[in-house]
């Protein structure tokens, strides 16, 4: 009875040292960390507060404001373009941050510790998800902190809203964090170029980013954008976000999003590990 507890209790303890690895190397450079929240911070608060497009309307002597208003409302679900863009950033910031869990399996290749790791007990599984979980981690602590600084910045709260949104908005972050970190780390596993894996990043950040509703809502775009944007995660991540802090909450479209995103993250997780079973080697 003891042999089957003890095994667990090994995987546990690879998996938290694995993964307390991976967080030391983010918690021990403030300057990293600092890195990884400027860049939203300065989208917010220059891209964001500049190209303010609450103001085309308000601003415009032509058009009543309880008009300008209702056209913000129409198109945005908000009438604060700045509160819609803020949000947006909180998946940037988990994009950005799942893009490099899988630079570091190339890069555990290269200096040789994956090598290491792979000879002793610990099981390929556990090496993947200590990258995915070390990734989600540092997204939920990084999207908490812009959330912090978009509502200093003026973020305004949805007539819906409730402190209780927050592990909702937690559940969304961490399901996209899961299933784009393994996305990212099972594209990496045979890779051994940390040019190669750039390469993947940059092809896929754009499409990611800006073929959804992160910055400008999906149902002006073009159509073969929209059908980009219908598959996209980001989509529902983003979404649902607004859904639980700035929009009137549609529980319907809610459920939507979060099953989108569990499906999402069950399919890529369970992808990644059956291909660490596979294909992870020295």
């Known amino acids: 009875m003891s042999q089957p507890n003890e095994r667990s209790a090994s995987k546990l303890h690879g998996l938290w ?9 983010w918690y021990k450079e403030p300057m990293l960390l600092f890195m990884s929240i400027i860049q939203p911070v300065i989208w917010m608060g220059l891209f964001g507060k500049a190209m303010n497009i609450s103001a085309i309307f308000t601003s415009n002597p032509g058009i009543p404001q309880e008009a300008a208003k209702q056209i913000m409302l129409q198109t945005f679900k908000t009438s604060d373009y700045f509160s819609y863009m803020a949000v947006g950033m909180m998946s940037f910031v988990v994009l950005f941050t799942t893009m490099f869990s899988g630079m570091s399996i190339v890069w555990d290749r290269r200096l040789g510790f994956l090598n290491k790791v792979l000879s002793t007990p610990v099981s390929r599984a ?52 899961m299933g784009l970190s393994s996305l990212f780390v099972l594209i990496a596993i045979r890779s051994t170029r940390w040019e190669t894996q750039m390469a993947v990043m940059n092809l896929l950040n754009l499409p990611l980013m800006f073929a959804s509703n992160t910055f400008f809502t999906t149902s002006m775009m073009p ?49 990644g590990i059956v291909l660490s079973w596979r294909y992870l080697s020295r």
Not at 17 to 25: D, F, I, P, S, V
Not at 146 to 167: C, R, S
Not at 227 to 234: F, G, M, Q, S, V
């Open 17 to 25: 040292a694995l993964t307390n690895r991976e967080l030391k190397k």
């Open 126 to 177: 556990t090496i993947i998800f200590s990258k995915v979980l070390s990734a989600t981690l540092r997204s939920i602590v990084q999207a908490s902190i812009v959330m912090v600084i978009a509502l200093l910045l003026g973020m305004q709260l949805g007539p819906t809203f409730n402190p209780l949104n927050i592990l909702g908005v937690f559940a969304a972050v961490f399901l996209i964090c």
């Open 223 to 271: 159509e073969w954008i929209q059908a980009i944007a219908k598959i996209n995660p980001i989509t529902y991540t983003t979404d649902a976000l607004r859904q639980l802090l700035l929009y009137n909450m549609d529980v319907t479209q809610l459920m939507i999003d979060f099953t989108y995103l569990g499906i999402f993250a069950a399919v890529f997780t369970s992808i």
